[in-house]
């Protein structure tokens, strides 16, 4: 089982920046790729990024490409959600899920187990 806890969510002006972590427990984490997720109030949550459980793939909604970025540190049982640029659109709650030995992305990919979330707002 992998629980999954964000955070670094907050209040940021347009343009700001800021990054998001989801750290996860147990040892079985290298071996799942996480995605990101947001949802503003009244809309469906929306796919934002993903990344491998290698690390070495990405992909990245329309919305937020060449703004945001995923890494991730398999030793801190960590994936970071760097954001830049950021507009008053962002504004979400944005949360992490881990599909297990996920090496590439697609739209279908079932996600095992999902954290709780961290607010993101984006004044303008």
């Known amino acids: 089982q992998v629980q999954l806890v964000e955070s670094g969510g907050g209040l940021v002006q347009a343009g700001g920046s800021l990054r998001l972590s989801c750290a996860a427990s147990?040892?079985?984490?290298?071996?799942?790729?996480l995605g990101w997720f947001r949802q503003a109030p009244g809309t469906e949550r929306k796919f934002v990024g993903y990344i491998s459980y290698t690390g070495g793939s990405t992909y990245y909604a329309d919305s937020v490409k060449g703004r945001f970025t995923i890494t991730r540190d398999n030793a801190q049982n960590t994936v970071y959600l760097h954001m830049n640029n950021l507009k008053p659109e962002d504004t979400a709650t944005y949360c992490c899920a881990a599909a297990w030995y996920s090496g590439i992305y697609y739209p279908d990919l079932p996600y095992d187990y999902w954290g709780q979330g961290t607010q993101v707002t984006v004044s303008s």
């Open positions: 147990g040892r079985a984490f290298r071996s799942y790729a």
